[in-house]
C-alpha cells in the first residue's frame, strides 16, 4: 500500500521560511507527477507547485518566486521550500502522487493524483 507522509510544517512568522517533505513508501513515482496543494479553512484546496517526472516544475501564480519543489528520486521524497512566507499562506499543505503521468504537461488539478498524505499545518504569523 503506498503512502505519503508530510512534515516540516509549524508556526514562523511572515518573511521566514520552512521546508516541507513528502516521504513516500510503498512504491516509486518515478514515473508520475508530484505536487503540493494547500487548504485554508472554508476554501477549496489549491494547487501551489508541482515537479513533473522528467523534472519540469510549475508553480501557481501566489507562489512564484517563493516556494521551490524538487525531488530526490533515490529517497523517493519531494520537497517544497517555502520563503518570504506570508500569512495567506497559512494552510494545510497536502503532498499528492500520480501513478503515471502520460503527459509532458504538469498536473494541477486534484483529480489528477492517485495518492494524497495526509496534511501538515503551516501557520504564518503576521
Known amino acids: 500500500q503506498a503512502q505519503l507522509v508530510e512534515s516540516g510544517g509549524g508556526l514562523v512568522q511572515a518573511g521566514g521560511s520552512l521546508r516541507l517533505s513528502c516521504a513516500a513508501s510503498g512504491r516509486t513515482f518515478s514515473s508520475g507527477d508530484m505536487g503540493w496543494f494547500r487548504q485554508a479553512p472554508d476554501k477549496e484546496r489549491e494547487f501551489v507547485a508541482v515537479?513533473?517526472?522528467?523534472?519540469?516544475?510549475r508553480y501557481a501564480d501566489s507562489v512564484k518566486g517563493r516556494f521551490t519543489i524538487s525531488k530526490d528520486n533515490a529517497k523517493n521524497t519531494v520537497y517544497l521550500q517555502m520563503n518570504s512566507l506570508k500569512p495567506e499562506d497559512s494552510a494545510v499543505y497536502y503532498c499528492?502522487?500520480?501513478?503515471?503521468?502520460?503527459?509532458?504537461?504538469?498536473?494541477?488539478?486534484?483529480?489528477?493524483?492517485?495518492?494524497w498524505g495526509q496534511g501538515t499545518q503551516v501557520t504564518v504569523s503576521s
Open positions: 499528492a502522487a500520480q501513478s503515471n503521468s502520460g503527459s509532458f504537461i504538469p498536473s494541477i488539478r486534484t483529480y489528477q493524483y492517485d495518492y
Open positions: 515537479i513533473t517526472w522528467s523534472g519540469r516544475t
